[in-house]
């Protein structure tokens, strides 16, 4: 097959004309683009240095409530996306911000979310009426269709990362959303039951999950640090990844949630890894340490709570000066669930 469609004539111009009142066209002016050879996106690669971007979150802050706002966020917007509330084709990506004694009031939809704690400490999110509280580098889950606020009772500002399915999901055309009636939802368990319930190891004798994401919804920072501070020690780098490891549904093995893998890595200091390329685009936060990642011939210069996108089948390669733990999340569950995610190691 040519990667050039055939060559056009006045008939057949006046062929594809007659066609189109139709709602017909024909194929092979357009197979070339339908079948690349390889994934082509339009994404590309950004980063958004927290240093540059907290300063226009803190002005939002002045200008809108979270009440009024329902949600005080900054979408990262991919830049080859403008207006689109996307960081890649399948997942949306936004920084929010609640300040000392406000709360984001209750709601529920379709779409799933991933919290990332970036910055502040205690501020709480309530998932089907049980809170957690909050630190940075904590990954917090809310599942699809369950309710969920946020509060902040310190006396900090609190800021995380969101990331959504939101573009996948509008592209499914399955998108519901409820509103709460209580600004806050009223508690039906303790803070901490499900990460105590189901996230020791130990699982209630006859529980069956009832739903696609993990009973888990808040992964501390400090228990997923201290696994990879112990299985340094064994220095089994991945050439690539350094130590990476995926974040796990307890109950089932597979990833946390049906719709968003995340993952979390530690490239130790002077880690200088090799090219890789997969077909998920993912999004990147550092929360401890300092390197640069090259994203095909672009270098992006890294630090805490610094925000990247990789685009899907984008040949990357991380380095790392100080030892450094990177947050990431892709639609790569989804892609395997489909049988459609690769990867290749090794210079593009
Ligand atoms: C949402 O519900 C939250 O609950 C954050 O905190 C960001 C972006 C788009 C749609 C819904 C939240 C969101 C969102």
Redesign the pocket.
């Known amino acids: 097959m040519d990667d050039t469609p055939p060559k056009r004539s006045a008939e057949r111009t006046a062929f594809y004309d007659e066609l189109a009142p139709h709602h017909m066209a024909p194929l092979w002016e357009v197979l070339h683009a339908l079948l690349t050879r390889e994934p082509q996106t339009p994404c590309v690669a950004a980063i958004w240095h927290y240093d540059e971007v907290r300063p226009y979150l803190m002005r939002s802050g002045a200008l809108i409530t979270a009440k009024e706002a329902e949600?005080r966020?900054l979408i990262l917007e991919n830049p080859a996306l403008k207006g689109k509330?996307a960081v890649t084709h399948t997942l949306?990506a936004?920084l929010?911000l609640i300040l000392p004694g406000e709360v984001?009031p209750a709601?529920r939809?379709s779409?799933s979310?991933l919290?990332f704690v970036l910055e502040g400490e205690g501020a709480y999110t309530a998932v089907d009426g049980e809170r957690t509280y909050m630190s940075p580098g904590d990954f917090i889950i809310?599942p699809s269709w369950t309710w969920?606020d946020?509060g902040n009772d310190s006396d900090k500002p609190m800021v995380w990362l969101?990331g959504?399915d939101?573009p996948l999901v509008s592209f499914l055309d399955a998108g519901f959303m409820e509103p709460g009636n209580a600004e806050t939802q009223m508690a039906a368990r303790a803070a901490g039951d499900s990460l105590a319930r189901y996230g020791s190891g130990l699982l209630p004798v006859d529980w069956q999950p009832t739903g696609r994401t993990s009973p888990v919804f808040n992964y501390p920072y400090a228990r997923t640090r201290e696994a990879l501070e112990q299985m340094k020690r064994s220095q089994e780098w991945d050439p690539c990844h350094g130590l990476k490891v995926r974040y796990v549904n307890p109950a089932t093995g597979d990833y946390a949630m049906p719709t968003m893998a995340t993952f979390m890595q530690l490239l130790p200091a002077g880690f200088a890894g090799a090219p890789y390329r997969a077909t998920d685009g993912t999004v990147y936060v550092c929360i401890e340490g300092r390197g640069e990642t090259r994203i095909g011939d672009q270098r992006f210069a890294w630090g805490p709570r610094d925000v990247f996108v990789v685009p899907s089948w984008a040949s990357h390669a991380h380095r790392a000066a100080a030892d450094s733990v990177l947050f990431s999340f892709s639609d790569r569950v989804v892609q395997e669930k489909l049988g459609l995610w690769r990867e290749a190691r090794g210079a593009a």
């Open positions: 949600r966020v509330a949306y936004g929010q984001a709601h939809h779409q979310a919290r809310t969920h946020h969101d959504l939101i």
